[in-house]
């Protein structure tokens, strides 16, 4: 007998099985295909893209645990706590990283099975249209849909001269398996990835080259913000970060990994025992059968989408990274649920401009809303404040003041148009923030709500009372 769905959702990972889930609850018969197993002991299906399974999970947990040695060898004796011959067991790390990866893919099943989502391993791949159901092809068997939601989700970008193989030079899947420190560690980008992965290895003993073709660093964060982190990264933390740099060649052998480049008229090689390729992610829509059933894309490889991730196929969405803007897990996650509920005639909706962007550095560096630079080329009158975590008390009890918050509202209306926090748990102070955009609040709103003392999120408070050059504490 012929399966057949309300809603057949291709691909597994954030914004993919997010939308699956969503579309359950609103009571449509729905099923997920994934083909990928990530590697998996049993090789069986793996959900969770590469968000859970090769990307912030596990760069998050390793992020944690670098942390965690960087401190006993450097901060704890601020404390009074003193420690000898301290030592990272690289092996049982990436088992705790495993483990995690593990517990929370295999919760994607029974969240699954809780909502009574069918899951179908195998590659999806376009067939037709047979009145108005889609064809979809599953692992050889032909299913159908009303509803198809492409949630292929995206890859790494590879350089056509520099050969990954995820052993000597890698990508992020294998940045995030290496089984020691090494001694030289060289990465080519300095965007989200690069420096998320450097600082892991860093931490733990490395010497760190990163390597970026732009000019500037750091371009899309706010310039205050990317001046802090670049004096952060460089002066206190020793990453090496050349800018403007052309790769001219990479070569490798069994001892290490040559690279030939020039920075201005210079040129220089960097001698590293592991590089790492970070520069970027490309649209997953290989094998789709998109060129057979006329679906349209974008002049970057994206599915072409509208405000509300429709195709130019009928009744055929997409969401995520295969999408245009960030690809980021939790945009995803949110264009997933506005397509299961446009598809159950309710109105979904996704504010583009409230979407938090975060970077798990340290310090952590988050933002949302526009940057200063961006306020001055569209011309639009704006308010700053500026409240650095040296003036908080909660900071200055956990022994780490780096860093600031910045709060830029409307000079007309006083309504908040970008909030950035550069420093400890920027992550989750950001979120604040983001309710403020989301709902049109102004700065006035923040700064009139009661924050707990001692917290970091005071300094959030004292952004918003400076817009109005009334900071209490600074």
């Known amino acids: 007998m012929t399966k057949q769905f309300d809603v057949l959702v291709i691909g597994g990972g954030p914004g993919g099985y997010v939308a699956a889930i969503r579309a359950a609850q609103l009571g449509l018969a729905t099923a997920c295909v994934e083909s990928e197993t990530y590697a998996d002991p049993k090789g069986e299906i793996r959900l969770g893209g590469t968000c859970l399974n090769v990307g912030c999970i596990p760069s998050k947990a390793l992020l944690q645990s670098s942390e965690i040695f960087h401190q006993a060898n450097h901060s704890y004796v601020m404390h009074g706590?003193?420690?000898?011959?301290?030592?990272?067991?690289?092996?049982?790390?990436?088992?705790?990283?495993?483990?995690?990866?593990?517990?929370?893919?295999?919760?994607?099943?029974?969240?699954?099975?809780?909502?009574?989502?069918?899951?179908?391993?195998?590659?999806?791949?376009?067939?037709?249209?047979?009145?108005?159901?889609?064809?979809?092809?599953?692992?050889?068997?032909?299913?159908?849909?009303?509803?198809?939601?492409?949630?292929?989700?995206?890859?790494p970008r590879h350089l056509s001269d520099i050969p990954v193989d995820n052993k000597t030079i890698c990508d992020n899947v294998g940045a995030l398996a290496l089984s020691a420190v090494p001694k030289r560690?060289?990465?080519?980008?300095?965007?989200?990835?690069?420096?998320?992965?450097?600082?892991?290895?860093?931490?733990?003993?490395?010497?760190?080259?990163?390597?970026e073709v732009l000019p500037d660093f750091l371009a899309a964060a706010d310039g205050a913000v990317a001046k802090e982190a670049w004096k952060v990264f460089t002066q206190k933390q020793g990453l090496d970060i050349q800018l403007g740099v052309k790769i001219n060649k990479v070569t490798h052998s069994n001892k290490g990994v040559s690279v030939e480049y020039d920075i201005g008229d210079e040129s220089r090689t960097l001698e590293c025992d592991k590089l790492i390729v970070s520069v970027g992610r490309i649209p997953n829509t290989?094998?789709?059968?998109?060129?057979?059933?006329?679906?349209?894309?974008?002049?970057?490889?994206?599915?072409a989408v509208d405000q509300h991730c429709r195709t130019n196929l009928e009744n055929v969405w997409a969401v995520g990274d295969v999408v245009p803007g960030p690809m980021l897990a939790h945009k995803g996650m949110e264009e997933g649920v506005?397509?299961?509920?446009?598809?159950?005639?309710?109105?979904?909706?996704?504010?583009?401009?409230?979407?938090?962007?975060?970077?798990?550095?340290?310090p952590e560096i988050a933002w949302v809303g526009k940057t200063e630079q961006q306020l001055k080329s569209e011309g639009v009158e704006y308010r700053s404040g500026q409240i650095p975590f040296a003036a908080n008390g909660r900071a200055l009890g956990q022994g780490d003041t780096t860093g600031f918050v910045k709060m830029l509202a409307c000079a007309k209306t006083d309504r908040i148009l970008g909030v950035h926090v550069i420093g400890n748990n920027a992550s989750e102070l950001i979120a604040e923030a983001v309710v403020a955009i989301e709902f049109g609040a102004a700065s006035e709103d923040i700064a009139r709500i009661c924050h707990a003392h001692p917290t970091l999120s005071e300094a959030m408070h004292e952004a918003a009372l400076a817009v109005d050059k009334r900071a209490l504490h600074f």
């Open 286 to 303: 290989e094998g789709l059968g998109a060129d057979d059933v006329g679906l349209q894309f974008d002049d970057r490889g994206h599915v």
């Open 81 to 155: 706590i003193s420690a000898e011959r301290i030592q990272i067991d690289v092996a049982t790390m990436m088992r705790r990283k495993d483990n995690i990866v593990g517990q929370l893919t295999s919760g994607i099943k029974g969240l699954f099975k809780k909502n009574k989502v069918t899951l179908l391993p195998g590659h999806g791949k376009f067939i037709g249209r047979e009145e108005d159901l889609w064809q979809i092809d599953v692992a050889g068997e032909i299913v159908h849909s009303k509803h198809v939601i492409v949630a292929t989700g995206s890859r």
């Open 185 to 211: 560690l060289g990465v080519i980008g300095a965007g989200v990835i690069g420096l998320e992965l450097g600082s892991v290895w860093k931490r733990l003993g490395a010497d760190v080259t990163i390597l």
């Open 338 to 362: 506005m397509v299961a509920e446009c598809i159950a005639g309710q109105k979904g909706h996704v504010n583009y401009d409230a979407i938090p962007w975060v970077m798990y550095t340290h």
